[in-house]
């Protein structure tokens, strides 16, 4: 009834049927057990409707893989709760003075970072398929928290600054949330590691550039948001402004740079304590800050009202902030322009540093399963006065190199902040602001990129090189938001240049020997099947005529045969290239091939106005080359087409059947990786002979018995009818001894030495689609033979 009804639909709406019937298997069933030839079945909507509706058990996996401690918390032990007291306790002791100075950063008070990161270690545990990472405040994000809370006070002058801060952390929070959900992590893989080093290169020099005002304790009024040159240029100019604050901000920074320095000689003089420098290396900002508060202290506690320079004032007890966030719309729609750029420094820094520590430490993360750790994070940050918060690349490579076990650790991490939040407000006051500048111009400096990068990248791709270093340049003078957006966009239109500029190959063939050892292998007479002399034995290449691919120019490349050619695909064949590549076949073709009916034209008016009378030496020249015959596309690199493409492929068809009139040019395709492929080239009349294209059928086949012997090539095997040409004989008689036609087929050597099963590879209805470019060109050429040209004698 359903076949009834589509045909009537189809003469309803004028569709022919009959024109291009659709691949049909009904009457071939699949092998083995199948009677007749194989027949390949083309995919169905329905079947790819099918393949989107989840099963049950991929549900069950779905809401399973959200919560990825389920997978290891039953196997947790002794020994990596060791492991991960050490790392929790070691990156708390850490955070702690970072999280504080991130959060001046950010235009908040110093507890707001205290509160970001016990949220973000707290949660992101029960979601994270990394156990290095450690989310909580970053520079870059504080930064730019900081802008948009400058530019919506701007606006709204009553409007606190934590107000906004935790409004964006939960509109970015329900963003990212939302991206990990639908599992649409695949996204972050649109943005190429030169954006990546241009962005997290160009930010961190702005940071640095902002803190050195602070740091130096300059008194003039100048903004430190603007662009990073402009602050640079600014904090120079008012250096005579330079206040006591330089002496506690330099000199802190100085040890900072001076303690890792002593571990790192220290390691390499004494690596069995490798160990133990590696731990007073990461504890030097503990270190420095707890001992430049002592000097704070001793300094000013008698003159809290006047003190000698500036600091970090009264943290007040506990979660003081907590409660249910305000959303205020008019906020929202303010800050919305910055969203796309918020919701990027968000994800962009986080999904690169776990990416790169899982590969380090041989796990694989999930990146939208990271986004939901993120999202929730930042979700349910602001309910205690959090805000925006994402991995951190500094405690997390401390983290990694501490021992970390699982994310666990992130609970330890938490209660110690807890504790530093319940227990040290007070020590808090004493902390200069000029030697947390220095701890943040110290922690984001390993964030810029040495030279050494940019010059890796030019080895590898010298435009990639130029994206980074533009992309720098544009961050130090203009802004972080636009950096982002220009690397983004200059990478991906890099990318759709390359696609559609991408330039097919014209392949020859070449007789490849193997040289093992100090001899040269020659083809095996034995016909024991050996591995080693089947790689060792002769074989055919095929290689670009004109050595694109660097091979060795001496190398004679064969044209396949005459009026054949062979055009490999090198980067997908959809619509924003189909036509480039066809462009070039075409013009190739017309170089070196002649009309097949140079008489096609009776008069010279006949003549379409580009296809003018050759000149007498251009006659003479055309006389010696050869008639198209025959395409053989090279599809390996192609997953999928479009209607674009095919229907390019189509006019380039008929351009090529008018050139070679009166015959028709054979297309043959290979190494066709999709069936969606196939139906659409078949769709288009592809695949298939015509009654003006007969063909002579060529078939590969594969050996399929309990012992298999030497294998053969589809030269070697011929049908008892003569289909196939060489040293085989193919019988139509199976197994049971019957005359049906069957897709099991016995070969037996002509010598009577043996038998073996084999079974054909590839779709008897589509013979032009096929396996390799060998089988195709010995398609090609045997029908050729078969059906000279029709074109008259010259």
Not at 24 to 34: I, S
Not at 211 to 236: D, H, P
Not at 574 to 597: C, G, K, M, S, W
Not at 736 to 746: E, I, V, Y
Request: charged share 15%; aromatic share 10%.
């Amino acid at each position: 009834m359903s076949t009834k009804a589509g045909r009537f639909a189809a003469k309803a709406l004028g569709i022919d049927l009959t024109s291009n019937p659709p691949l049909d298997a009904r009457d071939a069933p699949v092998l083995p057990e199948q009677t007749g030839s194989y027949v390949e079945v083309e995919p169905t909507a329905g079947e790819w409707l099918r393949g989107l509706v989840p099963s049950g058990q991929q549900v069950y996996h779905y809401f399973y893989s959200m919560f990825p401690f389920l997978h290891w918390i039953m196997s947790y032990n002794l020994q990596w709760f060791i492991g991960d007291l050490i790392a929790g306790v070691t990156v708390g002791a850490v955070v702690i003075p970072q999280g504080m100075a991130y959060a001046i950063l950010a235009k908040l008070p110093a507890e707001y970072g205290l509160y970001s990161s016990f949220m973000g270690v707290l949660i992101y545990w029960f979601f994270a398929t990394s156990k290095d990472i450690t989310i909580g405040p970053v520079a870059v994000m504080s930064t730019l928290v900081g802008t948009i809370i400058i530019d919506v006070q701007a606006k709204y002058p009553g409007v606190e600054a934590t107000t906004i801060a935790q409004a964006l952390a939960i509109i970015c929070g329900a963003i990212t949330t939302f991206i990990g959900l639908f599992r649409l992590g695949f996204i972050v893989d649109f943005i190429p590691l030169p954006a990546i080093t241009a962005f997290m290169t160009g930010s961190a020099i702005n940071v640095c550039a902002g803190q050195v005002k602070t740091m130096l304790g300059e008194t003039a009024s100048f903004s430190t948001r603007g662009a990073t040159y402009e602050v640079i240029i600014n904090t120079l100019k008012y250096l005579p402004t330079t206040q006591m604050d330089a002496a506690m901000g330099l000199t802190a920074l100085a040890m900072l740079y001076a303690i890792r320095s002593a571990c790192n000689y220290g390691t390499r003089k004494m690596p069995q304590k490798a160990k133990l420098f590696f731990f007073i290396s990461t504890l030097r900002t503990v270190f420095v800050i707890l001992f430049y508060t002592m000097i704070s202290a001793a300094v000013n506690v008698h003159r809290r009202h006047n003190p000698a320079f500036k600091m970090l004032g009264k943290v007040p007890y506990g979660f003081q902030h907590a409660g249910v966030p305000k959303i205020n719309v008019d906020i929202i729609k303010t800050f919305a322009p910055e969203l796309p750029a918020a919701v990027i420094v968000l994800v962009i820094e986080h999904i690169a540093i776990s990416k790169s520590f899982g590969r380090v430490n041989n796990y694989t993360i999930n990146p939208s399963q990271e986004f939901i750790a993120i999202g929730i994070a930042n979700l349910l940050g602001p309910f205690l006065g959090g805000y925006p918060a994402t991995g951190s690349f500094s405690r997390t490579a401390i983290k990694a190199k501490s021992g970390v076990r699982t994310p666990l650790a992130g609970v330890i991490t938490a209660i110690i902040v807890l504790l530093a939040i319940y227990a040290l407000p007070a020590l808090f006051f004493f902390i200069p602001s000029s030697s947390l500048s220095a701890v943040i111009i110290h922690a984001v400096g390993d964030l810029i990129a040495p030279p050494r990068v940019l010059y890796q990248f030019w080895r590898v791709s010298p435009l990639d090189a130029v994206i980074a270093f533009i992309g720098i340049i544009i961050i130090i003078f203009s802004t972080i938001e636009i950096g982002i957006y220009c690397t983004i966009c200059m990478s991906l239109a890099v990318l759709l240049f390359r696609l559609a500029k991408a330039r097919g190959q014209f392949l020859g063939h070449v007789q490849i020997h193997s040289v093992v050892g100090d001899h040269l292998e020659e083809t095996g007479s034995s016909k024991e099947f050996n591995p080693a002399s089947q790689l060792a034995s002769s074989r055919t290449a095929f290689l670009p005529l004109a050595h694109t691919d660097g091979s060795n120019p001496a190398v004679p490349v064969l044209q396949p045969a005459p009026g054949i050619f062979i055009y490999r695909v090198s980067e997908g064949f959809n619509y924003p290239n189909a036509n480039h590549y066809t462009d070039y076949l075409v013009q190739h073709i017309f170089e070196t091939t002649r009309r097949t009916n140079p008489s096609l034209y009776a008069r010279p008016g006949d003549r379409p106005w580009n296809d003018p009378v050759p000149r007498k030496s251009e006659s003479e020249d055309l006389s010696q080359k050869p008639v198209l015959r025959a395409v053989i596309l090279d599809f390996s690199a192609v997953n999928n087409v479009d209607v674009t493409s095919v229907q390019n492929l189509i006019d380039v068809r008929n351009q090529l059947d008018r050139y070679a009139a009166p015959d028709r040019v054979q297309w043959h395709f290979a190494h066709i990786n999709s069936r969606w492929t196939k139906r659409a080239l078949a769709a288009a009349g592809f695949g298939r002979p015509s009654e003006e294209t007969p063909m002579k059928a060529i078939f590969s086949v594969a050996d399929v018995s309990e012992y298999a012997e030497v294998p053969k090539r589809v030269s070697d095997i011929e049908s008892q009818d003569g289909t196939v040409v060489g040293g085989e004989e193919i019988s139509k008689q199976t197994a049971g001894g019957d005359d049906k036609t069957s897709g099991m087929l016995r070969i037996r050597e002509r010598r009577g030495e043996y038998k073996r099963a084999v079974a054909v590879v590839t779709g008897v209805n589509l013979p032009f689609f096929h396996l390799d470019l060998t089988s195709a060109l010995e398609c090609a050429v045997a029908s050729m033979s078969e059906h000279p040209s029709k074109a008259p004698a010259n």
